[in-house]
Each structure stands twice: as structure tokens, then as C-alpha cells.
């Protein structure tokens, strides 16, 4: 049985679009409806025809709607529930996508007294942002973490674990957060790291900008992928997460440290370890799925 019959997404971008089209892939009877508060994006969205509907408010796109899924950057989270609330049904559960997941329950709590909250954070994603972006097979194989508060219904947790699993998703259930403290290091922190040494080689004066961007295949490409990644999103993911990402912040300047520390005292035998632990980890990943072994400096496959 299928676990929702009607969804409504708000926010048509990578995430809001891909979930749309995966519904439509593995559950081609739900009837999916859209909104996006950009009409450029929800006349994009229309010509590229992954919605069944798509309303011209927020309030119209959820009036009939059994599950809600917000997927707009993490600081809309608290506006775009306010503008559902008046006409959000009593028996729909509303959930999101969002990066950091605590600031988005308080928000959504706050917006919605009342509403079924079962919060969501699919791992997933890429660089890119539009509904153009978006595909059906994002999720599969990925990890999505369902953040249920203190006291949900356990049939609406039940429901939107189902929900992530028939897109293909790999589910885990946590508090909201410990997730911010798990993503703060897998995802908040390298993502800062990104944005950092990509804006320092461009401010560099001894080396220019032409050769960073000629020998970058000695690792710095791999870097700007990741700091490609959309503006508003991580900002919002920052500012919404902040305690755990100075957490991490903390403890990564005080290992950066040692490594300095290292290097200044040609403690060899330091940087072997530490890189040979990494090595492990990298191995970990693979044989658990989560990226492919093929070499990638070459980028051919
Ligand atoms: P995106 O491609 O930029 O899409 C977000 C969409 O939401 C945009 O079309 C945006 O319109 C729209 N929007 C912004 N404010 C709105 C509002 N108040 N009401 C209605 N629509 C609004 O971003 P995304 O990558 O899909 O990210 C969406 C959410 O997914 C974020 O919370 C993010 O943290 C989460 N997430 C992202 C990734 C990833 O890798 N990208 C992975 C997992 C989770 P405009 O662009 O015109 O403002």
C-alpha cells in the first residue's frame, strides 16, 4: 500500500523537483502538486512536466494534500509554513528536506501549533540548483534521516520512512540534534573547508589565477565542486546550524594545528598515521557503497 496518496511540494529546485519526479517514477499513481515562490520556476517546472498540478499559492498547493514536503533553502523553512498554515488539512503531515534540522523544528513548530511535523534530510544532492537540475534516481542508494520530535506519531514516522524508502533512499532515524552534529562533520565543515581554499587561491598574488585553474587537477578541482555549491542554501545551512558547526570548527583548527605542528618539526611518523587512518576511511566508504572506487583524477569514466 501506498503510503501517501496526494503530495504537495514547495520549493521546485534540485531537491523539491527530483523528489517530484521520483515520486512519478515509483508511485506514478500519487498526484503530486507543486509551488514555487519564483514564477520563473514554476513556469520552468510546468514546461518540464513532473507535477500533475502546480497552484499559483502556497495555501492553494496544499488545500487537498496529504503529505507536504517544503523544500526551499533552510531560512524560508518558518515563512513558507505560516503562509500553509490557514489551509493546511488537519490529518496532513508536513515535512521538509532541510539541511540542518533543529532551527527547522522550532521554526515549523512555531508556524504550524498543531501540525504532524515529522522533519527529513535526504543525504543526497549535487552542486546544482533549478528544476532543471533535478532527476529521479537522486535518493537512490542514498541515506535520508528522518528526525521525528519528542512524542510523534509513531503511524506519521512510520508513513514517511515508507515514503523515502519506495524513492530508494536507505532510511535512519535520529534526534534532530545529533543529526546537526553528524552533518556538521560530514557535510557543514567540508563544505566551509571548499569555500575556503577556493577563496584563497583566488586571492593569491604569487600564483595566478590562470595556472590555479590549469594544474588544479593536483586536487583544488575536487574542492571547487563542492564550492560551486548554491549561495542561499549554505548560507541559511550555517547560520542555522551554527552551534555544531563552530563545534566542529573548534576541534578541526585544533588538529590543523598538530599537522602544523608536524610539518614544522618533520614529525614524518605524525603524517604517515594520519594518512594512513584516511585511507582507511576513503576504503570504508566504497565497500559501503556510497561512491565508486574508479580513479577519478582523470575524470574519463
Ligand atoms: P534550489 O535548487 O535553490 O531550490 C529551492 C527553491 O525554493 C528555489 O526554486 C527557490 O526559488 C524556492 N524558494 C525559495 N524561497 C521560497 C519561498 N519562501 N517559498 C517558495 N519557494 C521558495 O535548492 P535545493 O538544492 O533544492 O535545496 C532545497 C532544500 O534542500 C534546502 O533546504 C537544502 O538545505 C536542502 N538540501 C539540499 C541538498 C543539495 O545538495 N542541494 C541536499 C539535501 C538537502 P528562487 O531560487 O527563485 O529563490
Not at 70 to 94: N, Q, R
Not at 100 to 112: F, H, P
Not at 141 to 158: H, K, L, N, Q, S
Amino acid at each position: 500500500m501506498l503510503p501517501f496518496a496526494r503530495v504537495t511540494i514547495i520549493g521546485l529546485g534540485l531537491i523539491g523537483s527530483s523528489v517530484a519526479r521520483a515520486v512519478r517514477a515509483t508511485m506514478p499513481t500519487v498526484r503530486v502538486t507543486g509551488y514555487d515562490g519564483d514564477a520563473d520556476v514554476r513556469a520552468r517546472a510546468d514546461a518540464l512536466d513532473f507535477l500533475d498540478d502546480i497552484a499559483d499559492t502556497a495555501g492553494v498547493a496544499v488545500i487537498d494534500a496529504d503529505l507536504v514536503i517544503l523544500c526551499v533553502p533552510v531560512g524560508a523553512m518558518g515563512a513558507v509554513g505560516a503562509e500553509i498554515a490557514a489551509d493546511l488539512p488537519a490529518d496532513a503531515i508536513v515535512s521538509d528536506v532541510g539541511s540542518s534540522k533543529e532551527t527547522i523544528l522550532n521554526a515549523l513548530t512555531a508556524a504550524l501549533p498543531g501540525a504532524t511535523i515529522i522533519p527529513a534530510h535526504p543525504v543526497a544532492g549535487t552542486e546544482n540548483s533549478g528544476p532543471e537540475a533535478g532527476f529521479a534516481t537522486l535518493f537512490n542508494g542514498r541515506w535520508c534521516i528522518v528526525t521525528p520530535p519528542e512524542g510523534a506519531d509513531p503511524t506519521a514516522v512510520e508513513r514517511v520512512i515508507a515514503f523515502w524508502k519506495r524513492l530508494g533512499a536507505n532510511v535512519e532515524t535520529m534526534d534532530a540534534k545529533h543529526h546537526d552534529l553528524v552533518l556538521a562533520v560530514t557535510s557543514h565543515l567540508p563544505h566551509l573547508i571548499a569555500y575556503t581554499i577556493v577563496g584563497t587561491a583566488s586571492d593569491m598574488e604569487e600564483v595566478t589565477r590562470s595556472e590555479v585553474i590549469k594544474f588544479s587537477a593536483g586536487g583544488f578541482r575536487d574542492f571547487t565542486r563542492i564550492a560551486a555549491s548554491d549561495p542561499t542554501m549554505w548560507r541559511d545551512v550555517f547560520l542555522s546550524n551554527k552551534d555544531a558547526v563552530l563545534e566542529m570548527l573548534q576541534r578541526f583548527s585544533e588538529d590543523l594545528t598538530a599537522l602544523q605542528r608536524a610539518i614544522r618539526w618533520g614529525d614524518g611518523d605524525q603524517l604517515f598515521d594520519l594518512f594512513t587512518r584516511t585511507r582507511a576511511i576513503r576504503r570504508s566508504i566504497i565497500e559501503q557503497g556510497q561512491d565508486d572506487a574508479a580513479p577519478d583524477f582523470g575524470r574519463s569514466h
